[in-house]
């Protein structure tokens, strides 16, 4: 019986701990959305995680909002393709950096925590160059 207790009471964790290593989650979708995280893609959701290395992506006449754990907003417009290449946050040991790619579509950026202690630590590369973040909003469009 206590074998049963300890693989149950292990089995109610797994969900626990693969949602610590999220470093966000989506907060609105309208249309479709995705998000790929190494070789699974899913649907993006309400609540579904983010994690480094994602892939977000929006479809046609479709829009995206998310949230990192430093409070970072996010807002995706239509056809938009971005990626989280670095996230790091854990202030208290001064780890912090969020560097990440846009190839195409539309970006609304509100700064979250990272920026705001350490600014030269957040940046989005685009096709054609790299945007140091400075500041608290923005809005960034990337055509093909």
């Known amino acids: 019986m206590l074998r049963v207790i300890v693989v149950v009471g292990m089995l109610l964790t797994v969900p626990?701990?693969?949602d610590e290593a999220a470093i966000g989650h989506v907060k609105s979708v309208i249309g479709e959305a995705s998000i790929t995280t190494g070789e699974k893609t899913a649907k993006a959701e309400v609540g579904s995680p983010i994690h480094q290395g994602s892939v977000l992506q929006t479809g046609?006449?479709?829009s995206m909002g998310v949230?990192?754990?430093?409070?970072?907003?996010m807002s995706f417009g239509a056809d938009t393709r971005f990626t989280v290449d670095e996230y790091l946050y854990a202030p208290a040991q001064g780890k912090l950096k969020f560097s990440s790619k846009m190839t195409?579509?539309?970006l609304n950026y509100v700064s979250g925590v990272i920026e705001?202690?350490?600014?030269?630590?957040?940046t989005v590369g685009t096709p054609?160059?790299?945007i140091g973040?400075?500041?608290t909003?923005?809005?960034l469009k990337v055509e093909e």
């Open 116 to 122: 705001k202690l350490k600014p030269d630590a957040v």
């Open 16 to 18: 626990v701990m693969a």
């Open 133 to 135: 973040v400075r500041g």
């Open 104 to 106: 195409r579509g539309s």
């Open 67 to 73: 949230i990192f754990r430093d409070e970072t907003v």
């Open 137 to 139: 909003q923005f809005l």
């Open 60 to 62: 046609k006449k479709s």
């Open 128 to 130: 054609t160059g790299i």
